[in-house]
């Protein structure tokens, strides 16, 4: 496990050898949402799924929530606190595929002893081959802000001539360009947060 430093002593019960060698992905924040620790499978899903920059972007101390899409922040914010406060997991399906592979995982957010922070592991619940229409990458995704819009869940790109379709362009998941911004398409706001707007409320 890569540790921060001042917050190995809230830690330094857990079974950190179990977490390191884990094939879910896992970190640790505080009881103010702050990345203190990760593990490997971490770091390797990151660069495998083009995160590297995440590897240099978010160091100890900062707020995870700077890494989730603006939908989606206050959602977490409120999950992670409620967690901590009850003293009870939080767990959420959410998709995140690969180029090649739909992938749904489940998020689980363990509270520390004393409501000190929170472990949080994705664990890969299913996998198999894309079943979209796939369509290669074009000019024409790009709406007249200069942005692309994609799903930060099934990672769909929405067209700009029809802001209700939505495409699978596997190259913008290969490859992510400057450009691209990112929401929830309607189909995985319904799927995976039919509660968002009463979170949020």
Same mark, same amino acid.
């Given at each position: ?32 949402? %702050?990345? %203190?620790?990760?593990n490997h499978a ?18 100890? &101390? ?12 206050? =959602? =977490? ?17 959410y998709e995140c595929?690969?180029?090649? %592979? ?11 002893? &004393? ?25 024409? =995704? ?15 790109? #929405?067209?700009?001539?029809?802001? #209700? ?9 290969? #490859? ?26």
């Open positions: 496990m890569r540790i921060d430093p001042e917050f190995l002593t809230k830690i330094a019960y857990l079974d950190l050898d179990s977490l390191e060698t884990s094939p879910d992905t896992i970190y640790i924040v505080d009881g103010e949402l %702050r990345l %203190r620790a990760h971490w770091t390797t899903f990151a660069r495998n799924n083009n995160g590297q920059a995440v590897l240099t972007r978010y160091q100890w &101390g900062d707020p995870i929530d700077a890494a989730f899409p603006e939908d989606l922040k206050e =959602y =977490y914010r409120k999950a992670y606190r409620q967690a901590l406060r009850d003293n009870k997991p939080f767990e959420h399906i595929s690969s180029p090649d %592979r739909f992938r749904r995982f489940r998020q689980s957010a363990y509270p520390l002893v &004393g409501a000190e922070g929170l472990v949080i592991a994705n664990h890969l619940v299913e996998e198999r081959d894309h079943q979209e229409p796939t369509e290669d990458f074009d000019r024409k =995704y790009i709406n007249h802000q200069g942005q692309i819009t994609q799903c930060c869940h099934c990672r769909k790109v #929405r067209d700009p001539a029809n802001t #209700r379709r939505w495409i699978w362009v596997p190259a913008l998941v290969e #490859r992510p360009v400057a450009n691209l911004s990112h929401t929830l398409c309607p189909r995985c706001l319904d799927f995976y947060y039919p509660d968002l707007d009463r979170a949020q409320g």
